[in-house]
């Protein structure tokens, strides 16, 4: 394998799997060409022919509604051809591995896989599949893995907080809650000390704080209080449940008493701070409705930031 198997050998993007290891200059490359895809009122989208003849496969072997329609938007607006698996149905759910679907789709002239995989390491393990077997062409989107990586929720939130805020060089950013189940924090925090912002936060309690959070860069709160204090970003986690096991909390009510972004908490932050959430929002768990729809919310533009960041990943790996 290459040093970094999401780059060839020129230092080009070939795959995209995780934000850790890519350089500043690649995650910027990205940035800015979704930004020339956003329209000047910010609410549209612009469509363009980048991907013309191109077939785009999602496999979503996880379940995933706002992930995957926004990836088929994306690739329909490079105007490519996208090609939805039915994982219920497919040879996977009769004992095909996957190593076997991702050759048989190949045969079928796939020339991109949008992977959901709830193993983490399944997308890297595409990759390498493709390289053995001297199919460099065909390009792997990681669209979250496991407890791993979302690279693509990491990128848009990055888009939105450079949209908002401008400098990343400036900022205190917290992230709040289930840290430890969620692959969007590990992206989250890769991406956030890559492009330089000095200060990461990251509030919990110490069930679901990993334990390795410190060597990743980031100051450790367990008291939200303290941790909200004057930052200008907040980003907001849902309680993986799907992905906890035994009892971590004692129970919904009494994680929002303590950890729920409240109006009063939200005004310990700068008063001009920005309050996002990759969704989907649990209201009254880890966040109030009263902050999920008030001003300093930017939850609705992430999801149009969306689409233009997975067309600019999607364009830039697969364009002419």
Not at 79 to 94: E, G, Q
């Amino acid at each position: 394998m290459l040093p970094n198997p999401q780059l060839n050998q020129h230092g080009e993007l070939q795959h995209l799997l995780t934000i850790e290891g890519l350089p500043k200059e690649v995650l910027t490359h990205i940035l800015d060409t979704a930004a020339s895809f956003v329209s000047v009122s910010d609410r549209e989208v612009k469509k363009v022919p980048l991907l013309r003849g191109k077939s785009v496969f999602n496999l979503f072997f996880e379940n995933s509604t706002r992930t995957r329609t926004t990836f088929e938007i994306a690739a329909k607006r490079l105007s490519a051809d996208v090609i939805n698996l039915n994982i219920a149905a497919s040879s996977t759910s009769k004992g095909e591995s996957l190593l076997d679907t991702i050759d048989n789709l190949t045969a079928m002239q796939a020339d991109m896989f949008v992977v959901r995989h709830a193993q983490s390491g399944a997308p890297f393990l595409i990759a390498k599949h493709l390289r053995d077997t001297g199919r460099e062409h065909v390009h792997v989107v990681n669209a979250g893995d496991g407890r791993h990586a979302h690279p693509t929720q990491g990128l848009l939130d990055m888009y939105t907080i450079r949209h908002y805020k401008h400098d990343f060089t400036k900022l205190k950013v917290a992230i709040v809650g289930d840290v430890l189940h969620s692959r969007v924090a590990r992206s989250d925090i890769h991406a956030l000390v890559t492009l330089g912002v000095p200060e990461v936060r990251v509030i919990g309690p110490h069930t679901l704080l990993a334990s390795n959070l410190e060597q990743m860069g980031v100051r450790v709160f367990t008291d939200i209080n303290q941790g909200l204090k004057d930052v200008d970003v907040i980003i907001m986690l849902r309680l993986q449940n799907e992905r906890m096991n035994g009892a971590l909390l004692p129970s919904a009510q009494e994680y929002f008493k303590s950890y729920g972004l409240t109006p009063e908490r939200l005004a310990l932050a700068k008063p001009d701070a920005i309050v996002m959430h990759p969704g989907p929002m649990n209201r009254g768990v880890e966040i109030d409705s009263a902050v999920a729809d008030g001003s300093q919310a930017v939850i609705l533009p992430q999801v149009t930031y969306g689409i233009a960041v997975r067309m600019a990943v999607m364009g830039i790996l697969g364009g002419s």
